[in-house]
């Protein structure tokens, strides 16, 4: 089995940066994406961004390019997510995702920014 584990999420005003941290950890053969989803209330889970084992090659929602950036440490099976420049839209839990074949969700974490 595949855990992740996910931190970084909190409050913060709006123009702000937050750093969302997520590990994986168990019977992980190969990677082959990570990344991130969010959620809304009231909304559909939506892709954010992910980000290619191998090569590190990286694709963003229009939503959040030029403000967030993916970043991954392979020796660690960590992928970590800097958003700047945050906006009160920008709400929501953020979910960890990674294809090891399939798609192992993380529990989510709230992301929370204020106007």
């Known amino acids: 089995q595949v855990q992740l584990v996910e931190s970084g999420g909190g409050l913060v005003q709006a123009g702000g940066s937050l750093r969302l941290s997520c590990a994986a950890s168990g019977s992980i053969f190969s990677i082959n994406t990570m990344g991130w989803y969010r959620q809304a209330p009231g909304k559909e889970r939506e892709f954010v961004v992910r980000i290619s084992w191998s090569g590190g090659s990286r694709y963003y929602a229009d939503s959040v390019k030029g403000r967030f950036t993916i970043s991954r440490d392979n020796a660690k099976n960590t992928v970590y997510l800097q958003m700047n420049s945050l906006k009160p839209e920008d709400t929501a839990v953020y979910y960890c995702?990674?294809?090891?074949?399939?798609?192992?969700w993380g529990q989510g974490t709230q992301v929370t920014v204020s106007s």
């Open positions: 995702v990674v294809n090891i074949g399939q798609r192992v």
